[in-house]
């Protein structure tokens, strides 16, 4: 059997296609099926994809959905439908937490839920063998029309299952991508890590490959082509001490290429900050949030105080490791004066980076559950654009016009950091240039 995953583009392409089907690729191959890729650019024309699905003949077709993607893939799907008669599964994080309403779309057959190696596998084998009924009593494989599925225990050890399949990825300039680890041990409201531990009854799901699994994965690539630069996909790289201290032992000597991770303030100190530095670690990029201490606190439950940030902060530029913020905006409870500390914070923190993004309700999170809760989210909020530069909410303490007023000063302090810092050494017309580009930056989100 032959499955192909359709990479699906919103506003612009992006650098790297989903990591989901680089991993079920692998293994759906080791286990006798082919899997291939094909992106679908924001532009392409509908008979121009159908031309290619036909070329790569498949036997079924396979999307990789966050909610951004939703309304994309599913007007893709649709179009596919009305023209080829090829069976259709959805898998990521909008599928796994809004499973009925994608089932209920036009050209959707399967959902998978939660982790997909062993579930698609085994819908491929049950295919192929002509056997399509016995597809309902797949775990974690949701039939349209029937009942939902059992979850299966997660997948373990990890390093039993093979390493990302490259070509599904869509990496260039020798640029690598990697996950060490699955599941989040922390409760943040925002995000769906939470749902996902839910969803397997949180038993089991927090795992994490072995340091010289890692280090032989990376040993592959080098032998099979050239390895630039290493970025880390966890969502906290750092969570575990002894695990980073041998990674960094072991990266350092064997391996030292330039990397980037994701970290939380909590999880490092000096010492780690200066072995991560002498591994090779070049970037951290660290979830700030808010710098409103009420917002961390009370509604994103993130306890941490603001001066624990800005002496990590300080710590991790003077271990020479570029260090970048993230924040959000337009969040469930915020005031004007929570995103003027935001701001505030940021000034003190003077990142070399930061990057900003519009509140989004995703399903799966607590937050999805509050807006719900409390009418902040629209009856049709599956049809409106699910992006981090427009709210869809109807929150009381902040108008969309305000956030949008927000927005755009986030926008203007980035650029002019950036012009206050480097435009001594521009011309004028490669001035011109950066402000176009922060501001194209800004309208894509």
């Known amino acids: 059997m032959k499955i192909l995953f359709l990479e699906i583009d919103t ?60 309304l994309r893939g599913a007007r893709v799907a649709g179009e596919i439908r009305k023209k080829l008669h090829i069976p259709v599964i959805a898998g990521g994080h ?54 939902r599925p059992d979850i299966r225990p997660p997948l373990k050890p990890l390093d039993k299952i093979p390493f990302l399949a490259r070509d599904l990825l869509d990496e260039r300039y020798g640029v690598a991508h990697l996950i060490t680890q699955r599941g989040c041990p922390f409760p943040c409201t925002f995000c769906a890590a939470g749902g996902i531990r ?28 050239s390895l630039n630069y290493v970025v880390f996909l966890d969502d906290t790289f750092t969570v575990n001490k002894e695990w980073v201290r041998e990674f960094c032992r072991i990266y350092g000597k064997e391996i030292s290429t330039g990397f980037s991770i994701n970290a939380r303030v909590e999880t490092v100190d000096r010492d780690m900050l200066d072995q991560l530095a002498k591994a090779g670690c070049r970037h951290i990029i660290y979830g700030v949030e808010s710098g409103s201490s009420r917002m961390r606190f009370d509604v994103l439950h993130r306890p941490v105080d603001n001066q624990r940030i800005i002496d990590v902060f300080n710590w991790t530029k003077k271990a020479g490791i570029m260090v970048t913020a993230n924040y959000m905006l337009g969040l469930p409870g915020e005031t004007a004066e929570d995103i003027e500390q935001t701001l505030a914070l940021n000034e003190k923190l003077q990142p070399d980076d930061f990057g900003y993004f519009v509140f989004y309700p995703y399903p799966g999170t607590r937050l999805f559950d509050l807006c719900r809760e409390k ?22 303490e902040l108008t969309k016009k305000e956030i949008i007023h927000y927005y755009n000063t986030f926008t203007e302090v980035r650029k002019q950091t950036y012009m206050n810092r480097y435009g001594g050494a521009l011309s004028e017309e490669n001035k011109v240039e950066a402000s176009k580009s922060f501001e194209e930056s800004a309208a894509i989100g």
């Open 11 to 70: 506003e612009r392409e992006w650098g790297l296609a989903s990591v989901g089907p680089a991993y079920i690729g692998a293994y759906v191959r080791l286990h006798g099926h082919d899997a291939v890729l094909l992106r679908v650019p924001p532009e392409q024309k509908v008979h121009d994809l159908m031309r290619s699905i036909e070329k790569e003949a498949p036997d079924i077709l396979g999307f990789s959905l966050t909610t951004r993607q939703w």
């Open 94 to 147: 909008h599928p796994t937490f809004a499973a009925e309403s994608v089932l209920q779309t036009e050209g959707f057959d399967y959902v998978c839920l939660g982790d997909g190696e062993e579930p698609v596998a085994e819908l491929l084998d049950c295919l192929e063998n002509g056997k399509e009924a016995v597809a309902s009593q797949i775990a974690n494989i949701w039939v349209q029309g029937g009942s």
């Open 198 to 225: 839910d969803l397997y009854k949180n038993v089991g799901y927090l795992r994490r490959r072995t340091v010289q699994d890692v280090v032989k994965e990376l040993y592959q690539m080098k032998r099979r082509s």
């Open 375 to 396: 009418h902040f989210l629209p009856e049709n909020w599956l049809d409106l654009p699910a992006n981090n530069r427009q709210s869809i909410l109807n929150l009381p």
